[in-house]
């Protein structure tokens, strides 16, 4: 429970911190992306008789660097190589998971999340692998800002934008796999996605769509995990339907309220989260 | 004279068999306002993307501030204002501020961060502009010419020698292109900076730049803007259709 919480803290804070650059990119397919693949490198971990969550970040590594290969030689449908590496993580977590014969409580737990299958491993890694993330990506804050406003620019100016896209999906990839032992495989790119759409109904600058994003992720974890254990449920479900509740009441109290300001509905990004995300 | 900012020379460049630039050769000298012209796909965007590095030219040589190229890394001295409609997401949540500030990225360089040093440049910056008074506002709130000047600042924020701007004037109305043209010739004159502006609006460009590059795929004229009205160059690159278009203006 204790170590559920702990995990569930790290968890709502990678996942803003990963979501708002994939939302403004509209990237979120991304998401999906490794979660798919992690759920294979669950199988293999499970198949192999090995530790899941270390098979399932090795074959997210694996996939970063394949979705980097790919988007470089086809540069023109950035979207495609994310669906091929889709295609790749669900057909062989499909056979894998036959092979391992691995429709038990195991595969469950990773696919729905889980308060009381975390174990002290699973914590440590998400901790010491959670700070690395973190700590990446503030520092690579002010690059990624500027990528996200407008990447040619960015480019023209001088910014190294590939190596820190590159930089960037290794942390998406371990964001993800982290993530996953929490709010479950199914739905991880929610937990990715609803807190900053949600967040981009109230705030009137970047910073404040960063701190309102931290909220209500953290929110959602919390009393997600909180009605999980009481209500003895699978954590992604309560979790993202917290974060969803909140979605709602942000959407309204900027409808009914005017908070986060007048803004043209065809401007705003929020649809095009919720329409790749969910 | 001092040495050039920008030099092409010989540059071609095809997209697999459709050869979008040819034999292009053009100098740029410190303090000169050019003006590159030409209509839709007459090759504009391309040549700008050339020159930004964003595409190698298939053929031929860039030269920026007298180093080829390739061996030019002090992007930092070219501030670049995109075409505004299609640069950025009009929902991005950012402000003013913090859009203006993101123009420091690259002269800051990785895992620095921007300190009261740089927050007084964009102070500055949004000054220059005339803008200042809308810095806490959100980007995308702004009208087309607002954000225009906001896209300046920010390029301007990084104190580059030469600025680039993309068809600077879409989305703008008639009087703030009028304002927007002045702010380049202050700049000009009070900052020393050299200007190149790429735009199929033959007619307004003239009036404002000192020179004019005429493009279609080939370069037809680089001069006095006056020169390229009594030799009829627009008529080659425009068609007839161009004469109309001056006496409208």
Redesign the interface.
């Known amino acids: 429970m204790q170590r559920a919480f702990a995990a569930g803290l790290m968890v709502a804070l990678l996942c803003p911190t990963i979501g708002i650059f994939l939302v403004l990119r509209r990237l979120s397919m991304i998401g999906e992306m490794f979660s798919h693949v992690s759920l294979a490198g669950v199988a293999l971990g499970v198949f192999a008789g090995v530790y899941p969550l270390a098979t399932a970040v090795g074959l997210s590594l694996f996939a970063a660097a394949g979705l980097e290969a790919l988007r470089r030689t086809y540069r023109m449908f950035g979207d495609l190589a994310i669906a091929l590496m889709i295609s790749f993580g669900i057909s062989l977590a499909v056979i894998l998971i036959s092979l391992a014969q691995a429709f038990n409580a195991t595969l469950f737990s990773y696919l729905f999340g889980s308060v009381i299958a975390i174990t002290g491993q699973d914590l440590q890694l998400i901790l010491i692998l959670g700070i690395l993330v973190l700590a990446l990506v503030y520092a690579l804050q002010k690059e990624l800002f500027i990528i996200a406003f407008d990447e040619e620019g960015a480019r023209a100016a001088g910014v190294r934008v590939d190596l820190v896209n590159a930089l960037f999906v290794v942390a998406t990839a371990l964001t993800i796999t982290l993530s996953m032992r929490v709010v479950g495989i199914l739905l991880v790119s929610s937990l990715i996605t609803v807190p900053v759409a949600a967040a981009l109904q109230l705030s009137r600058s970047y910073r404040s769509t960063v701190l309102y994003a931290y909220l209500f992720a953290i929110i959602a974890v919390l009393l997600g995990l909180f009605i999980a254990f009481h209500a003895d449920l699978a954590p992604g479900g309560s979790i993202v339907l917290t974060s969803l509740g909140i979605f709602t009441l942000a959407a309204l109290s900027r409808k009914f309220f005017g908070l986060g300001g007048e803004r043209d509905e065809n401007t705003s990004l929020v649809g095009t989260a919720e329409g790749k995300g969910l | 004279m001092s040495e050039p900012v920008l030099v092409l020379d010989q540059v071609s460049f095809h997209y697999g068999h459709r050869q979008v630039l040819e034999n292009i050769n053009l100098t740029v000298w410190p303090g000169d306002f050019l003006g590159i012209v030409g209509p839709n796909g007459s090759g504009k965007s391309t040549l700008l993307k050339i020159i930004?590095?964003?595409l190698r030219p298939s053929e031929g040589q860039v030269s920026l501030f007298g180093l080829r190229q390739e061996k030019f890394?002090?992007?930092?001295k070219?501030g670049?204002v995109?075409q505004n409609a299609n640069?950025?997401?009009?929902?991005?949540?950012?402000?003013v501020q913090?859009?203006v500030?993101?123009?420091l990225?690259?002269s800051?360089g990785?895992?620095k961060?921007?300190g009261a040093e740089e927050h007084q440049y964009v102070v500055e910056a949004l000054e220059q502009v005339g803008v200042a008074g809308l810095r806490?506002r959100?980007i995308?709130?702004l009208s087309g010419g607002q954000q225009q000047r906001v896209l300046i600042a920010k390029a301007l924020v990084?104190r580059p020698a030469l600025l680039i701007l993309d068809e600077p004037t879409v989305g703008v109305d008639l009087a703030a292109q009028e304002q927007f043209y002045n702010l380049l010739s202050e700049l000009r004159k009070e900052a020393g900076m050299t200007l190149i502006l790429v735009s199929h609006d033959i007619g307004v460009v003239t009036e404002h730049v000192g020179s004019v590059a005429c493009l279609n795929r080939k370069l037809y004229f680089h001069g006095a803007p006056a020169d390229c009205w009594a030799k009829d160059f627009f008529s080659q690159t425009y068609g007839s259709a161009a004469r109309v278009l001056r006496h409208a203006h």
Do not use: C, D, M, N
């Not at chain 2, 640069?87 to 402000?95: D, E, I, K």
């Open positions: 930004l590095r964003l890394h002090q992007w930092t070219i670049y995109p640069s950025f997401h009009h929902g991005f949540p950012a402000t913090e859009v500030l993101s123009g990225t690259a800051l990785l895992f961060r921007p806490k959100v995308g709130e990084s």
